[in-house]
DNA sequence: CAAACGGTTGATTAC
DNA sequence: GGTAATCAACCGTTT
């Protein structure tokens, strides 16, 4: 074909270095080739996507933007603020388009989305070209090669993936980019509906992404924070290419760090800096390499004198994970990311569990209130209010900064689920999913299924002590004052267990332990929510008990309800609450009511539900915003963000 | 078929 | 104060 005009369509992949796919554009040696990034409103409006990843996504636009103008001053990045599935067959036919390339995407709502764009494209005679370069193996491949099965596990990922081939050599930036065509616009912008809007509630002022498809100056920029109704970000943490490239030197500088590193051994409680590299959201953005950072890693690897660590815990066999995970969703689809109608998804009687559509056999993004206990135990988790300082300071550092430890995580991932509350895990993938800015579906879906021991970890005895395990990384507590400053001034023996202090020590320290965690009050912190060893106790017996029943999410059982009839009054509180030390007492009535309802076939269908918390709404103003999100009646979501309507 | 073994990252006690 | 055994006991794979 003479004379190709291409787009290339930037997604998870905001960088020039090392992009097989832009290799691929380039190599058509186009007439006209155009850098663009369709402004989709299912991330828009219907992911969970807060304020400090919402910078960090404009952060590597802009930086990206910048890097393509510096080689072509005539080019940028040119920001389409309309849905690609509207918008390429718009494009195609009016910028007489030959070629539409982009990096594959195995994410199970960028599947259906690039499915419809490649149709459209060839139903127009565009020649679609996909290269893959996200994963260290395409994820498809890497399924194919474990015998068509999920990789549920990490040495399955390390005898599937060599059988591919060699993890490809990092390819350099291009040095010149061509000029793009002429940029015409004689066709509709189609609006996109933007209710509901999942992310209406970090937003401080009106969202104004649709006003025209090449922004408010007409120039395809990047947007403003300020122009989407966001606040100032408060993250330090920032995106781009460049940064991220400058992050890569120096760790790779530091021979023995790189060499040696081990996962399991830095410290979850280091800050400023931090013990890990920091360059997780830069990877799932794509402003780096994940090739790159394997051969630069693996080069210092091999040319080190020393004793070098070894995957799984160094930092190459951090990126197996991360293949592992996406290979897993690329198996299993939508259902990866949920419990109901996951075929590997061990089913526990969580309490606050997703509501589900049986006619598209996804979550709505609802959940049911089982609890109100649990629900309480929620908010206050969320919110960094439970009275246990480590998972408190965990909490709002993931809140203000959209980063914490891996092994953070792990701590009030444990807490949530099969150690403490013993609430579903999707509650917590879903504040991940909005307050991290490395969310990353698979790994997040993949991550709390390790966790809470519902999939590839099943060692659930295994529990983190809010109190024994911060205390073998940060016996002064340093971590915990940085975050909690209440207690800033508290002898350090009291730090993780600050209700055991005596009053006079609350009063030199300037804060009294008191109360149930509303709010954030000054020179107040909470009591503890409840006893830790008690229910740490209660919930493993749960676990027990469910892991004896053997259900998975995709069970018959599980979906049409009778599952309780294999639970009678044990494991944890769900249907008696025996085990949940007393305090389930005066809400077993509720729950029966709730039961009746909970998973039945034909409900939520996204008809509107009462609220069954039995009116223990108020008294929460602070944080009630957030909690409608329980409560939405339109539009389903899969935990990948994105909404799917049901076909009716 | 049973037993042994490995599984990136627990807590507590004994030495 | 550091390392090792013990606690209770899960899964899936290998022998």
Redesign the pocket.
Known sequence: MGNPRVIYWFRTDLRLHDSPALEAALDLNPEAFWPIWTWDPQYVYRARVGTNRWQFLLDCQNDLSKSITKRNKKSKLFLMREAPQTLFPKLFKVWEITHLVFEKDTDAYARDRDATVKKAAEEAGVEVIIKSGRTLWDSDALVKKNHEKPT????QVQSAGPKIGRIPRPIPAPESIPDPGEIKLDFEQQQPESDPDFNNDSRSHGDKSYERISGPNGDFAVPTMEELGFPTATSSHRGGESIALKMLDKIIADEKYTATF???N?APTAFEPQATTLLSPHLHFGSLSVHEFYWRVQDVVDNYSGKASQP??SLT??LL?RDMYFGAQAALGYSFCQTLYNSHCRFIPWHLPSKVDHTTRLVTGEYHIDSAQAEEWFQRWKYGLTGFPWIDALMRQLRREGWIH??GR?AVACFLTRGGCYISWERGAEVFEEWLIDHETACNAGNWQ?LSCTA??????????P???PK?WDKDGKFVKRYVPELKDLDAKYIYEPWKAPIADQKKAGVRIQGEGKEEQEGIYPKPMFDFNERRDAC?DGM?KA??V?LYGDDPKVIDGTWRKLFDDAGEGRTKGNTFGGAMEEEVGEEKAVQVDDGNGEENNGAPEEDESGGKEEGNENKGGDRKGAKRKRGQRTPDSHVKRSKK
Request: charged share 15%.
């Open positions: 549920m596990s990490i040495s081990e996962k399991p830095t799984p815990v066999g951090q994970f891996h092994l792990h390790w590839f970890f099943a060692q659930f005895y295994r529990c983190y002590s109190i024994a395990f073998k493993i027990k892991y004896k053997g």
